[in-house]
């Protein structure tokens, strides 16, 4: 079936209004697909409602703030009063801090804690309740590589991070216990060009940014649409979070020291900035800033790995056939060599030689 014959799905994206979530929403767009944009900033909805209806698709946008669950479940009523019963949810809003543990506040780790965990919990309750009834349905968390390898300096971050994988485990082997056909998939992202690092709350004297390499948001995007058509356990994008997860399982130790030594320099420029500098931790960032950052000279707009990931179908079956072919000219050069041998055996045997 083509996209064209594909029929029209409705989507959710949590803080759809910048960054990989605005990406996913055009993404879904492009497709012909109704999107419903979840985020706080009115100016940032109504910029991705304008993408998304430019490529094509159908949006509905509802200003909440994924900490309220009572929102979130008012929210999930009103995208499916206006555009129909949800099929995919993608649960992606966040906030973070950018600071040492030591000098974080109990109202910061609640805050990061309320959004980038709880908030994908509340998401997850309110489509539950909509999607086991009807049987059917995608859930989405979009996770990190520091799901499995925290990094300094983001520890709230990175403890959401690790409570949404647990939290999603658990949830799944729930379904798969109920027989439910309602499925539930993480996509666990690299370093990706988003606005958050001009808006995050630090404490550092330098500019955040995204530890590189760096991927734009549409890479992202695009694992995340072909996750939804066909849902897998888990999405890897990108080569640096494989490389992050696959090292976090055999050399944890040499990544604690690895990382003391590195982690802070790499998530900030030589740019200084003010520790005062307004952020969105507790009220979203004014303006309308789309879904890349400050970093498009060093992002790329394509990963073999993700390719590969989404078409790993094929590559399996073209690798095979390779592999296959390889198999059979060894084989085949190795008995024309055989009958060589005994050709120049028989001849050395008629000719007297012993």
Known sequence: ?????????????????????????????????????????????????????????????????????????????????????????????????????????????????????????????????????????????IGSALAYRAIPLQSAYCAAKHAIQGFTESLRSELIHDGSHVQVATVQLPAVNTPQFSWIKSRMPCHPQPVPPIYQPEVIARAVYAVAQQPRREFWAGLPTVNAIMGDKFIPGLLDHYLAWMGYESQQTAEPIRQDRPNNLYEPFPGDHGAHGRFDHDAQDFSIQVWANINRTWVTCIGTGLLAAFVWRTRLRASRAAQLRRSFTSTRAEAGYS
Request: with cysteine; charged share 25%.
């Open 1 to 141: 079936m083509n996209e064209k014959q594909r029929p029209r799905k409705v989507v959710v994206v949590t803080g759809a209004s910048a960054g990989v979530g605005r990406a996913i929403a055009v993404e879904f767009g492009r497709h012909g697909h109704a999107v419903g944009l979840l985020a706080r900033g009115r100016d940032g909805l109504g910029g991705a409602r304008n993408d998304v209806e430019h490529v094509g698709g159908t949006a509905c946008l509802v200003q909440t703030d994924v900490a309220d669950p009572d929102q979130v479940d008012r929210a999930a009523a009103q995208i499916e009063a206006d555009l129909g019963p949800i099929d995919v949810w993608i649960n992606n809003a966040m906030v973070s801090v950018l600071s040492p543990v030591k000098d974080m506040t109990s109202d910061e780790f609640k805050r990061v804690t309320d959004v980038t965990y709880l908030g994908y919990v509340y998401g997850t309750l309110a489509v539950l309740r909509r999607m086991i009834p009807r049987d059917r349905g995608v859930i989405i968390q």
